[in-house]
């Protein structure tokens, strides 16, 4: 199967740490990705993650565990800026020579004062 | 300028007629993607091509055909539209389709917001 779970929407307050979690059911894939997206606007990347561990990127910071079908993204430092759509999409191979990522709906962050 | 467009941004069109949406990207990226979105979806994949010439259908591909004679041009093409093509239409690029570190995160083009009336 290849179901992406994510939380609808959450909230948290400036300056907060707040962590967005992800869980799959998809198999064969090559790595994770996290983005952001606002409202009315394309997706952007944030991070990616190959390996098990934990990637950190400034304010932001991503963690996969492959054997247990599990990522986070963790953001610090909450910002008004930050409020925005958090896709998770695992990665997986067609074939040897094509490569797809497969797409949460996403979780909907919002940030208040 | 640099990067991945699309046009038109916004486009009303009526059931039955067909309406082609371009994407143009300036990279040189070997892998372009179309993608739908709509509320309570994950983005999903329509067509995606490899390279010039090689194209293959995604999750949700009745009712769109692609073409791709450019490695820079990838046209989406909505035969007859339906009502239930209403939709944010996203083109995206990738270096790579190997799932390569570094070198195949996609990069998306701003949209084309499509109403089928």
């Not at chain 2, 041009?73 to 570094?102: D, H, I, K, M």
């Amino acid at each position: 199967g290849q179901n992406i779970d994510q939380p609808t929407e959450m909230t948290a307050t400036e300056g907060a740490i707040v962590q967005i979690n992800c869980t799959y059911q998809t198999s064969g894939f090559n790595g994770l990705f996290w983005y952001q997206q606002h409202a009315g606007e394309a997706p952007t990347f944030l991070s990616y993650n190959v390996l098990d561990g934990l990637e950190e990127k400034g304010r932001f910071s991503s963690f996969l565990s492959r054997s247990k079908g599990y990522s986070y993204l963790l953001l610090k430092e909450l910002q008004m800026k930050d409020s925005a759509s958090y896709l998770c999409a695992p990665g997986g191979s067609l074939s040897d020579s094509n490569y797809q990522l497969i797409w949460g709906a996403g979780t909907k962050l919002i940030i208040k004062p | 300028d640099a990067g991945i467009t699309q046009s038109p941004r916004y486009k009303i069109t009526e059931t039955g007629r067909q309406v082609t949406l371009m994407c143009h990207q300036t990279w040189s990226h070997s892998y372009m993607f179309w993608y739908r979105q709509d509320l309570g979806h994950g983005l999903r994949l329509i067509y995606y091509s490899a390279a010039a010439d090689i194209t293959d259908k995604g999750e949700v591909p009745d009712g769109y055909v692609v073409s791709r004679s450019k490695t820079e041009n990838f046209p989406l093409t909505l035969e007859s539209a339906t009502r239930s093509q209403t939709s944010v239409y996203f083109c995206a690029s990738s270096e790579s389709g190997r799932g390569q570190a570094g070198s195949y995160e996609q990069y998306f083009g701003p949209g084309t917001r499509l109403t089928v009336t």
